[in-house]
């Protein structure tokens, strides 16, 4: 069977599915932070420009810009949502994908919301339908997708938030096959892009054009069925054209990747390759707020792939530091933290920070991607050598973040973007959103 027609009878089964408590909590909590994030994110240069092209462009709608009061067409809500919740590079990723999930799911469910009259159980089905996707498409092929040099985020990540949005629509299995070619149709997104606007644009890009998939698709708009596996399909141009039937012949079988895989939060604003470097040096620092004076030289060793996403060593600008290994650690010492206002541009040009950050040496070890892992060394003036190696970042799915150290995040990013709501009522009702229609959740003025 073709990938599509598998993936589109996984979708339209998946609606008699039984899904737990635990795995409904797990989505609310991924639209709680995605939503955060885009909060924190939504003065954002990138965001007013966004903003500003669909007040141009669009008509009137249902769907809500976050924030902002403002009500636009699906597609555009979308793309302004989806840029805001990716552009701190403060959202959820997915460490087998190489990618973020929440980012393109969440805007692209939620813009849809309104259309589909969906309350918070028919959400939370869809996000881990599209997750579903994901994961087995990451089994399958994302690492050498990756590092062809794709932005896993939008051109692989377009095809299970496509899944998510037509269960939430309820198309049928032959609609459901030609939005995956749509979909197909629109993948984009290379990884030469980060560190500038044009990130946090693919992310939005993959989850406005996955609710223009699934739309054209319910009107009837066809596409090839071989738009994944054929000869010139997805598998053979975007990836190294691997077999997806067997995995895909596991969706739903034996569990589901929302609790197998799981979900990584970030508790720190940049990339998430630089999590596990970031607890060691924290750790290590702790207590001692003169370190950075002492330091010598930083010795980084990462797991074979870890730089691949860390592409700028000399960052001139906020974004660019998001993916710098130097900056960042160089950034801790001195800090103690790291925070959303360690990424702005005057934080990046200190002279202290510069100057540290030609004592980091970064160097990525051979073998397996997985599983990951960082190892910090730092020797002192003194010739002492402090050393860490962490495995596991807090906030990955195996060691996640509690309910309320996300509150306190959802409260920090509230106070960033300037919004005057309370982040703990506001967690209960995404937490107790079961039967509350999606379209009036996220308006704080309901």
């Known amino acids: 069977?073709?990938?599509?027609?598998?993936?589109?009878?996984?979708?339209?089964?998946?609606?008699?599915?039984?899904?737990?408590?635990?795995?409904?909590?797990?989505?609310?909590?991924?639209?709680?932070?995605?939503?955060?994030?885009?909060?924190?994110?939504?003065?954002?240069?990138?965001?007013?420009?966004?903003?500003?092209?669909?007040?141009?462009?669009?008509?009137?709608?249902?769907?809500?810009?976050?924030?902002?009061?403002?009500?636009?067409?699906?597609?555009?809500?979308?793309?302004?949502?989806?840029?805001?919740?990716?552009?701190?590079?403060?959202?959820?990723?997915?460490?087998?994908?190489?990618?973020?999930?929440?980012?393109?799911?969440?805007?692209?469910?939620?813009?849809?919301?309104?259309?589909?009259?969906?309350?918070?159980?028919?959400?939370?089905?869809?996000?881990?339908?599209?997750?579903?996707?994901?994961?087995?498409?990451?089994?399958?092929?994302?690492?050498?997708?990756?590092?062809?040099?794709?932005?896993?985020?939008?051109?692989?990540?377009?095809?299970?938030?496509?899944?998510?949005?037509?269960?939430?629509?309820?198309?049928?299995?032959?609609?459901?096959?030609?939005?995956?070619?749509?979909?197909?149709?629109?993948?984009?997104?290379?990884?030469?892009?980060?560190?500038?606007?044009?990130?946090?644009?693919?992310?939005?890009?993959?989850?406005?054009?996955?609710?223009?998939?699934?739309?054209?698709?319910?009107?009837?708009?066809?596409?090839?069925?071989?738009?994944?596996?054929?000869?010139?399909?997805?598998?053979?141009?975007?990836?190294?054209?691997?077999?997806?039937?067997?995995?895909?012949?596991?969706?739903?079988?034996?569990?589901?990747?929302?609790?197998s895989i799981g979900i990584d939060v970030k508790k720190y604003p940049c990339c998430y390759a630089l999590h596990r470097a970031l607890d060691a040096v924290l750790d290590l620092r702790k207590g001692d707020g003169a370190l950075a004076a002492r330091v010598a030289a930083v010795r980084v060793l990462t797991s074979a792939g870890g730089l691949q996403a860390l592409i700028s060593d000399r960052p001139d600008n906020g974004l660019q530091a998001k993916f710098s290994m130097e900056y960042a650690l160089a950034c801790a010492l001195t800090d103690g933290a790291i925070c959303l206002s360690s990424f702005s541009d005057d934080a990046v040009y200190r002279s202290d920070i510069q100057a540290l950050m030609t004592r980091v040496q970064v160097i990525e070890a051979g073998g397996d991607i997985l599983p990951r892992w960082s190892q910090v060394s730092m020797e002192l003036n003194d010739g002492i050598v402090l050393e860490r190696k962490v495995s596991i970042a807090h906030g990955d799915a195996s060691d996640p973040l509690t309910d309320e150290e996300l509150i306190l995040k959802a409260e920090d990013c509230f106070a960033y973007g300037g919004y005057d709501i309370d982040a703990r009522s506001f967690a209960k009702r995404i937490f107790d959103m079961a039967d509350r229609p999606l379209e009036t959740l996220l308006d704080p003025t309901d």
């Open 1 to 259: 069977m073709k990938a599509s027609q598998l993936i589109a009878e996984f979708a339209v089964g998946f609606s008699s599915y039984p899904i737990s408590d635990h795995q409904r909590h797990i989505a609310y909590r991924a639209l709680l932070d995605t939503y955060a994030c885009a909060i924190a994110g939504r003065h954002e240069h990138a965001v007013r420009i966004a903003a500003r092209y669909t007040a141009e462009q669009a008509g009137s709608g249902r769907a809500q810009a976050w924030g902002s009061g403002v009500r636009l067409p699906a597609e555009a809500a979308a793309l302004v949502n989806g840029i805001a919740a990716h552009v701190l590079d403060y959202d959820d990723v997915m460490t087998p994908m190489r990618a973020h999930v929440s980012a393109t799911l969440v805007p692209a469910l939620a813009a849809l919301g309104p259309m589909a009259h969906a309350d918070g159980r028919q959400y939370a089905r869809a996000y881990i339908a599209g997750f579903e996707v994901m994961a087995k498409f990451a089994r399958t092929m994302a690492l050498p997708h990756y590092s062809k040099g794709w932005h896993s985020t939008s051109a692989l990540g377009i095809l299970g938030t496509t899944t998510a949005c037509a269960v939430l629509l309820g198309l049928s299995t032959d609609q459901i096959v030609h939005a995956l070619g749509l979909a197909v149709a629109q993948a984009s997104g290379s990884r030469q892009n980060f560190g500038t606007m044009a990130k946090s644009f693919q992310s939005a890009h993959g989850a406005a054009c996955a609710v223009r998939a699934a739309l054209l698709a319910q009107h009837g708009m066809k596409a090839s069925e071989d738009a994944i596996d054929g000869k010139y399909g997805f598998m053979a141009l975007y990836a190294a054209n691997e077999d997806m039937a067997p995995s895909l012949a596991t969706l739903a079988q034996g569990g589901l990747e929302i609790d």
